[in-house]
Protein backbone atom coordinates (compact mmCIF):
# COMPACT_ATOMS: atom_id res chain seq x y z
CA UNK A 1 0.00 0.00 0.00
CA UNK A 2 3.02 2.30 0.49
CA UNK A 3 4.87 1.46 -2.34
CA UNK A 4 5.03 4.41 -4.23
CA UNK A 5 5.76 6.93 -1.56
CA UNK A 6 9.59 7.19 -3.58
CA UNK A 7 9.34 10.97 -2.99
CA UNK A 8 9.52 10.24 0.37
CA UNK A 9 11.65 7.52 0.26
CA UNK A 10 15.05 9.79 1.81
CA UNK A 11 13.14 10.54 4.82
CA UNK A 12 11.30 7.19 5.22
CA UNK A 13 14.99 5.66 5.74
CA UNK A 14 16.15 7.84 8.20
CA UNK A 15 12.93 8.00 10.31
CA UNK A 16 13.08 4.07 10.59
CA UNK A 17 16.78 3.81 11.01
CA UNK A 18 17.27 6.81 12.98
CA UNK A 19 13.73 6.91 15.02
CA UNK A 20 12.16 3.51 14.90
CA UNK A 21 15.72 1.57 14.98
CA UNK A 22 14.45 -0.40 12.43
CA UNK A 23 16.95 -2.73 11.07
CA UNK A 24 15.40 -4.87 8.28
CA UNK A 25 15.74 -3.98 4.70
CA UNK A 26 14.27 -0.30 4.40
CA UNK A 27 13.99 0.61 0.48
CA UNK A 28 11.08 -0.60 -1.69
CA UNK A 29 11.17 -3.91 -3.80
CA UNK A 30 8.55 -6.45 -4.50
CA UNK A 31 8.34 -10.11 -2.65
CA UNK A 32 4.55 -10.35 -2.07
CA UNK A 33 4.62 -8.87 1.28
CA UNK A 34 2.61 -6.22 2.54
CA UNK A 35 4.31 -6.09 5.90
CA UNK A 36 7.97 -4.72 5.09
CA UNK A 37 10.20 -2.49 7.50
CA UNK A 38 9.57 -0.08 4.44
CA UNK A 39 5.80 -0.25 5.13
CA UNK A 40 6.00 0.05 8.97
CA UNK A 41 8.21 3.50 8.14
CA UNK A 42 6.07 4.35 5.81
CA UNK A 43 2.85 3.76 8.01
CA UNK A 44 4.96 6.24 10.71
CA UNK A 45 6.09 9.26 8.53
CA UNK A 46 2.26 9.43 7.26
CA UNK A 47 0.67 9.23 10.28
CA UNK A 48 3.18 11.49 11.43
CA UNK A 49 2.67 13.80 8.73
CA UNK A 50 -0.90 13.84 9.34
CA UNK A 51 -1.47 14.52 12.84
CA UNK A 52 1.21 17.70 11.49
CA UNK A 53 -1.43 18.87 9.08
CA UNK A 54 -4.26 18.42 11.14
CA UNK A 55 -3.21 20.70 13.86
CA UNK A 56 -2.36 23.30 11.45
CA UNK A 57 -5.35 23.19 9.42
CA UNK A 58 -7.49 23.15 12.30
CA UNK A 59 -5.45 26.52 13.44
CA UNK A 60 -5.76 28.34 10.14
CA UNK A 61 -9.30 27.22 9.54
CA UNK A 62 -10.59 27.38 12.99
CA UNK A 63 -13.50 29.39 12.03
CA UNK A 64 -15.37 27.30 9.71
CA UNK A 65 -17.96 25.90 11.21
CA UNK A 66 -18.38 22.47 9.25
CA UNK A 67 -16.62 20.51 5.99
CA UNK A 68 -19.70 19.13 4.62
CA UNK A 69 -18.53 19.23 1.52
CA UNK A 70 -14.92 18.08 2.20
CA UNK A 71 -16.54 15.02 4.53
CA UNK A 72 -18.93 14.19 1.46
CA UNK A 73 -16.08 13.51 -1.31
CA UNK A 74 -14.06 12.12 1.37
CA UNK A 75 -16.70 9.32 1.79
CA UNK A 76 -17.25 9.15 -1.66
CA UNK A 77 -13.23 8.00 -2.24
CA UNK A 78 -13.30 5.32 0.75
CA UNK A 79 -16.70 4.04 -1.01
CA UNK A 80 -14.96 4.02 -4.75
CA UNK A 81 -11.30 1.94 -2.98
CA UNK A 82 -13.49 0.02 -0.89
CA UNK A 83 -15.99 -1.00 -3.76
CA UNK A 84 -12.42 -2.22 -5.75
CA UNK A 85 -10.90 -3.90 -3.02
CA UNK A 86 -14.13 -5.65 -1.84
CA UNK A 87 -14.93 -6.86 -5.69
CA UNK A 88 -11.14 -7.99 -6.08
CA UNK A 89 -11.15 -9.73 -3.05
CA UNK A 90 -14.68 -11.24 -2.99
CA UNK A 91 -14.55 -12.59 -7.07
CA UNK A 92 -10.76 -13.75 -6.23
CA UNK A 93 -12.82 -16.32 -3.74
CA UNK A 94 -15.95 -16.57 -5.98
CA UNK A 95 -13.77 -18.37 -8.64
CA UNK A 96 -11.43 -20.09 -5.95
CA UNK A 97 -7.86 -18.02 -8.02
CA UNK A 98 -6.94 -16.51 -4.28
CA UNK A 99 -6.80 -19.73 -2.71
CA UNK A 100 -6.35 -22.59 -5.41
CA UNK A 101 -5.41 -26.24 -3.75
CA UNK A 102 -3.70 -27.58 -1.75
CA UNK A 103 -1.31 -28.03 -4.12
CA UNK A 104 0.25 -31.98 -4.46
CA UNK A 105 2.98 -30.98 -2.59
CA UNK A 106 1.12 -29.74 0.28
CA UNK A 107 -0.35 -32.98 0.31
CA UNK A 108 2.79 -34.39 1.56
CA UNK A 109 3.37 -32.02 3.50
CA UNK A 110 3.34 -33.07 7.89
CA UNK A 111 1.39 -30.54 9.46
CA UNK A 112 4.11 -29.81 11.62
CA UNK A 113 6.35 -28.59 9.11
CA UNK A 114 3.97 -25.98 7.29
CA UNK A 115 4.10 -22.30 8.45
CA UNK A 116 1.11 -20.61 10.06
CA UNK A 117 0.41 -18.81 6.87
CA UNK A 118 0.51 -22.42 5.12
CA UNK A 119 -1.62 -24.05 7.58
CA UNK A 120 -4.27 -20.70 7.36
CA UNK A 121 -3.67 -21.06 3.44
CA UNK A 122 -4.47 -24.89 3.01
CA UNK A 123 -7.76 -24.26 5.09
CA UNK A 124 -8.78 -21.79 3.17
CA UNK A 125 -8.01 -24.21 -0.20
CA UNK A 126 -9.52 -26.96 1.15
CA UNK A 127 -12.98 -25.66 1.08
CA UNK A 128 -14.89 -24.67 -2.23
CA UNK A 129 -17.75 -23.95 -0.60
CA UNK A 130 -16.24 -21.72 2.33
CA UNK A 131 -14.27 -19.56 0.06
CA UNK A 132 -17.40 -18.87 -2.29
CA UNK A 133 -19.57 -17.48 1.20
CA UNK A 134 -16.75 -15.60 2.16
CA UNK A 135 -15.96 -14.20 -1.34
CA UNK A 136 -20.06 -13.05 -1.34
CA UNK A 137 -19.81 -11.59 1.70
CA UNK A 138 -16.93 -9.29 0.61
CA UNK A 139 -19.22 -8.91 -2.81
CA UNK A 140 -22.00 -8.18 -0.74
CA UNK A 141 -20.20 -5.60 1.33
CA UNK A 142 -18.93 -3.56 -1.53
CA UNK A 143 -22.55 -3.76 -3.18
CA UNK A 144 -23.73 -1.91 -0.32
CA UNK A 145 -21.93 0.65 -0.12
CA UNK A 146 -22.33 1.77 -3.69
CA UNK A 147 -26.13 3.05 -3.44
CA UNK A 148 -25.74 6.29 -0.25
CA UNK A 149 -28.66 5.01 1.59
CA UNK A 150 -26.81 1.89 2.42
CA UNK A 151 -23.34 3.01 2.75
CA UNK A 152 -23.71 2.73 6.40
CA UNK A 153 -24.79 -1.27 6.22
CA UNK A 154 -22.30 -1.61 3.68
CA UNK A 155 -19.45 0.09 6.18
CA UNK A 156 -20.47 -2.50 8.99
CA UNK A 157 -20.03 -5.15 6.69
CA UNK A 158 -16.88 -4.48 5.33
CA UNK A 159 -16.03 -3.71 8.79
CA UNK A 160 -16.98 -7.66 10.25
CA UNK A 161 -15.71 -9.34 7.24
CA UNK A 162 -12.36 -7.52 7.28
CA UNK A 163 -12.12 -8.17 11.27
CA UNK A 164 -11.60 -11.68 10.52
CA UNK A 165 -9.61 -11.60 7.54
CA UNK A 166 -7.22 -9.11 9.69
CA UNK A 167 -7.50 -11.37 12.68
CA UNK A 168 -6.26 -14.68 10.68
CA UNK A 169 -3.34 -11.96 9.25
CA UNK A 170 -2.30 -11.35 12.71
CA UNK A 171 -2.79 -14.68 14.45
CA UNK A 172 -1.44 -16.89 11.68
CA UNK A 173 1.33 -14.50 10.51
CA UNK A 174 0.07 -13.52 6.80
CA UNK A 175 1.80 -10.53 5.95
CA UNK A 176 -1.07 -8.20 4.90
CA UNK A 177 -1.59 -6.95 7.89
CA UNK A 178 -1.56 -3.38 7.34
CA UNK A 179 -3.93 -3.53 4.57
CA UNK A 180 -6.53 -5.20 5.69
CA UNK A 181 -6.04 -3.48 8.88
CA UNK A 182 -6.86 -0.18 6.45
CA UNK A 183 -10.00 -1.68 4.62
CA UNK A 184 -11.14 -2.87 8.32
CA UNK A 185 -10.67 0.60 9.63
CA UNK A 186 -12.25 2.51 6.73
CA UNK A 187 -15.67 -0.01 6.95
CA UNK A 188 -15.47 1.05 11.10
CA UNK A 189 -15.25 4.83 9.46
CA UNK A 190 -18.30 4.79 6.96
CA UNK A 191 -20.19 2.68 9.38
CA UNK A 192 -19.76 5.19 12.18
CA UNK A 193 -21.10 8.25 9.94
CA UNK A 194 -24.24 7.17 10.97
CA UNK A 195 -23.72 5.53 14.59
CA UNK A 196 -26.24 7.89 16.20
CA UNK A 197 -29.53 6.13 14.44
CA UNK A 198 -27.56 2.76 14.88
CA UNK A 199 -27.32 3.06 18.46
CA UNK A 200 -31.29 4.78 19.26
CA UNK A 201 -32.21 1.45 17.29
CA UNK A 202 -30.12 -1.62 18.25
CA UNK A 203 -28.94 0.17 21.61
CA UNK A 204 -31.14 3.21 23.10
CA UNK A 205 -34.35 1.59 22.27
CA UNK A 206 -35.33 5.38 21.05
CA UNK A 207 -36.56 6.36 17.87
CA UNK A 208 -34.77 7.89 15.36
CA UNK A 209 -35.17 10.32 12.12
CA UNK A 210 -34.02 10.35 8.19
CA UNK A 211 -30.54 11.46 7.77
CA UNK A 212 -30.88 14.42 5.30
CA UNK A 213 -27.78 13.50 3.41
CA UNK A 214 -25.30 16.38 2.42
CA UNK A 215 -25.60 16.46 -1.61
CA UNK A 216 -23.21 18.80 -3.67
CA UNK A 217 -25.71 19.77 -6.37
CA UNK A 218 -29.61 19.74 -6.18
CA UNK A 219 -29.46 19.05 -9.99
CA UNK A 220 -32.02 16.48 -10.82
CA UNK A 221 -29.87 15.74 -14.16
CA UNK A 222 -26.58 15.48 -12.46
CA UNK A 223 -28.02 12.74 -9.61
CA UNK A 224 -29.85 10.75 -12.38
CA UNK A 225 -26.81 10.87 -13.94
CA UNK A 226 -24.79 9.55 -11.15
CA UNK A 227 -27.35 6.76 -10.51
CA UNK A 228 -26.56 5.73 -14.24
CA UNK A 229 -22.92 5.84 -13.86
CA UNK A 230 -23.16 3.64 -10.54
CA UNK A 231 -25.00 0.93 -12.15
CA UNK A 232 -22.94 1.02 -15.20
CA UNK A 233 -20.15 1.06 -13.37
CA UNK A 234 -21.01 -1.83 -11.11
CA UNK A 235 -22.04 -3.57 -14.01
CA UNK A 236 -18.35 -3.03 -15.94
CA UNK A 237 -16.92 -3.83 -13.02
CA UNK A 238 -19.15 -7.25 -12.29
CA UNK A 239 -18.24 -8.32 -16.37
CA UNK A 240 -14.38 -7.60 -15.84
CA UNK A 241 -13.63 -9.64 -12.55
CA UNK A 242 -16.26 -11.73 -13.21
CA UNK A 243 -14.21 -12.70 -16.66
CA UNK A 244 -10.89 -12.72 -14.97
CA UNK A 245 -12.11 -14.81 -12.60
CA UNK A 246 -13.27 -17.58 -14.47
CA UNK A 247 -10.07 -16.94 -17.32
CA UNK A 248 -7.95 -17.42 -14.28
CA UNK A 249 -9.37 -20.30 -12.60
CA UNK A 250 -9.20 -21.85 -15.65
CA UNK A 251 -5.17 -21.01 -16.52
CA UNK A 252 -3.50 -21.92 -12.77
CA UNK A 253 -6.80 -21.91 -10.45
CA UNK A 254 -8.34 -25.40 -9.39
CA UNK A 255 -9.84 -25.81 -12.89
CA UNK A 256 -6.93 -26.04 -14.87
CA UNK A 257 -5.75 -28.51 -16.65
CA UNK A 258 -3.58 -31.52 -15.49
CA UNK A 259 -0.24 -31.89 -17.01
CA UNK A 260 0.46 -34.92 -18.80
CA UNK A 261 1.96 -37.47 -15.79
CA UNK A 262 0.06 -35.51 -13.46
CA UNK A 263 -0.01 -36.65 -9.82
CA UNK A 264 2.84 -38.12 -7.10
CA UNK A 265 5.08 -40.77 -7.89
CA UNK A 266 6.90 -42.33 -5.14
CA UNK A 267 10.06 -43.40 -6.12
CA UNK A 268 10.45 -47.25 -5.83
CA UNK A 269 14.07 -47.54 -7.14
CA UNK A 270 16.40 -46.07 -7.91
CA UNK A 271 19.43 -46.53 -9.48
CA UNK A 272 22.10 -43.66 -9.45
CA UNK A 273 25.43 -43.90 -12.00
CA UNK A 274 24.41 -48.13 -11.82
CA UNK A 275 24.28 -47.80 -8.23
CA UNK A 276 21.04 -48.89 -6.74
CA UNK A 277 20.51 -46.62 -3.78
CA UNK A 278 18.81 -47.74 -0.90
CA UNK A 279 15.22 -45.28 0.77
CA UNK A 280 17.19 -44.14 3.92
CA UNK A 281 15.62 -40.79 5.26
CA UNK A 282 19.05 -40.01 5.61
CA UNK A 283 19.96 -39.69 2.14
CA UNK A 284 19.43 -36.52 -0.05
CA UNK A 285 20.76 -37.70 -2.84
CA UNK A 286 17.72 -40.16 -3.62
CA UNK A 287 14.43 -38.77 -4.34
CA UNK A 288 11.26 -39.89 -2.71
CA UNK A 289 8.65 -38.29 -4.41
CA UNK A 290 8.18 -36.89 -8.20
CA UNK A 291 5.48 -34.29 -8.23
CA UNK A 292 3.83 -33.01 -11.16
CA UNK A 293 1.35 -30.90 -10.51
CA UNK A 294 1.87 -27.83 -13.19
CA UNK A 295 2.64 -28.18 -16.74
CA UNK A 296 6.38 -27.21 -17.23
CA UNK A 297 7.48 -27.85 -13.58
CA UNK A 298 8.03 -30.58 -11.28
CA UNK A 299 9.10 -30.97 -7.69
CA UNK A 300 11.50 -33.48 -5.77
CA UNK A 301 11.08 -34.78 -2.29
CA UNK A 302 14.38 -36.19 -1.47
CA UNK A 303 14.33 -39.03 1.44
CA UNK A 304 15.82 -36.39 3.78
CA UNK A 305 12.18 -33.90 3.43
CA UNK A 306 14.37 -31.78 1.14
CA UNK A 307 12.60 -30.31 -2.11
CA UNK A 308 14.12 -29.43 -5.34
CA UNK A 309 12.23 -27.89 -8.02
CA UNK A 310 12.64 -28.02 -11.70
CA UNK A 311 11.86 -27.58 -15.29
CA UNK A 312 9.71 -30.47 -16.43
CA UNK A 313 8.73 -30.17 -20.16
CA UNK A 314 7.53 -32.94 -23.01
CA UNK A 315 8.35 -33.02 -26.20
CA UNK A 316 5.73 -33.38 -28.63
CA UNK A 317 5.41 -37.07 -28.33
CA UNK A 318 5.49 -37.35 -24.64
CA UNK A 319 8.28 -40.10 -24.40
CA UNK A 320 11.27 -37.55 -24.32
CA UNK A 321 12.03 -35.10 -21.45
CA UNK A 322 13.71 -32.09 -20.43
CA UNK A 323 13.97 -32.38 -16.57
CA UNK A 324 16.58 -30.06 -15.93
CA UNK A 325 17.01 -27.51 -12.07
CA UNK A 326 15.37 -23.99 -12.63
CA UNK A 327 18.49 -22.03 -13.28
CA UNK A 328 19.91 -24.06 -16.37
CA UNK A 329 19.56 -22.41 -19.58
CA UNK A 330 19.78 -25.76 -21.69
CA UNK A 331 16.09 -27.18 -22.95
CA UNK A 332 17.08 -30.14 -24.87
CA UNK A 333 15.90 -33.16 -23.61
CA UNK A 334 18.00 -35.41 -21.37
CA UNK A 335 15.41 -38.15 -19.82
CA UNK A 336 13.06 -40.25 -22.00
CA UNK A 337 10.19 -41.15 -19.73
CA UNK A 338 8.01 -44.31 -20.31
CA UNK A 339 4.62 -44.95 -18.67
CA UNK A 340 3.89 -48.58 -18.13
CA UNK A 341 0.33 -48.34 -16.98
CA UNK A 342 -1.35 -45.49 -15.36
CA UNK A 343 0.25 -46.55 -11.58
CA UNK A 344 3.67 -47.06 -13.52
CA UNK A 345 6.65 -44.85 -14.58
CA UNK A 346 10.17 -44.93 -15.47
CA UNK A 347 12.45 -42.34 -16.13
CA UNK A 348 16.17 -42.64 -17.47
CA UNK A 349 18.46 -40.53 -18.25
CA UNK A 350 21.47 -37.87 -17.21
CA UNK A 351 20.81 -35.00 -14.69
CA UNK A 352 24.14 -32.73 -13.81
CA UNK A 353 26.69 -35.96 -15.49
CA UNK A 354 25.00 -38.03 -13.22
CA UNK A 355 23.03 -40.93 -14.96
CA UNK A 356 19.75 -41.88 -13.27
CA UNK A 357 17.15 -45.24 -13.87
CA UNK A 358 14.33 -44.18 -11.22
CA UNK A 359 11.07 -46.72 -11.70
CA UNK A 360 7.58 -44.75 -9.82
CA UNK A 361 4.34 -45.98 -8.58
CA UNK A 362 1.74 -43.40 -8.32
CA UNK A 363 0.42 -42.36 -4.96
CA UNK A 364 -3.46 -43.11 -4.88
CA UNK A 365 -4.86 -38.96 -4.28
CA UNK A 366 -8.11 -40.49 -3.40
CA UNK A 367 -6.41 -41.99 0.02
CA UNK A 368 -5.67 -38.12 1.28
CA UNK A 369 -8.08 -37.16 4.06
CA UNK A 370 -7.97 -33.99 3.31
CA UNK A 371 -9.37 -33.85 0.05
CA UNK A 372 -11.71 -37.50 0.42
CA UNK A 373 -13.66 -36.49 3.44
CA UNK A 374 -16.20 -34.34 1.93
CA UNK A 375 -18.99 -33.24 3.83
CA UNK A 376 -21.24 -34.93 5.78
CA UNK A 377 -24.66 -34.04 7.28
CA UNK A 378 -25.03 -36.27 10.19
CA UNK A 379 -21.85 -37.38 12.14
CA UNK A 380 -22.69 -40.29 14.97
CA UNK A 381 -19.07 -39.34 16.13
CA UNK A 382 -16.29 -36.82 14.81
CA UNK A 383 -14.11 -37.36 12.24
CA UNK A 384 -10.76 -35.50 13.81
CA UNK A 385 -8.10 -37.31 12.76
Known amino acids: MFGGNRILEPLLVWAGRDILGMEGRLEFFATGSGDTSMAFASL ?4 CLSLIGTVIWSAL ?9 AFYWLTVVLRIFLVFFMFTYGFAKIYKTQFAGPSLI ?3 QPVGDMSPMGLAWTYMAQSEGFNLFTGLMEVLGGLLLIPKRTQALGGLVVFGVMLQVFMMNMFYDIPVKLFSAHLMLFGLFLFASDWKRFSHIFIKNKPTEALSYYKPTKDPTYHAVMMWFKVAGMLALFAIMGYQGYSSERSYGDKRPK ?12 IKNQDTIAPLIS ?12 KGYALVKKMNDSLERFSFVLDSSGTNLS ?19 SLQLTLQGVLEQDSLMIRFHARDLGQFRLINRG ?9 NR
Request: glycine residues 2%; aromatic residues 18%; hydrophobic residues 35%.
Open 323 to 341: LRSRSDTLSDPNFVIKQVD
Open 259 to 270: PQYYGIWEAEEF
Open 283 to 294: RSDRWRYLVIDR
Open 44 to 47: FVLL
Open 106 to 108: RLL
Open 61 to 69: DRKRPSYNA
Open 375 to 383: FHWINETPY
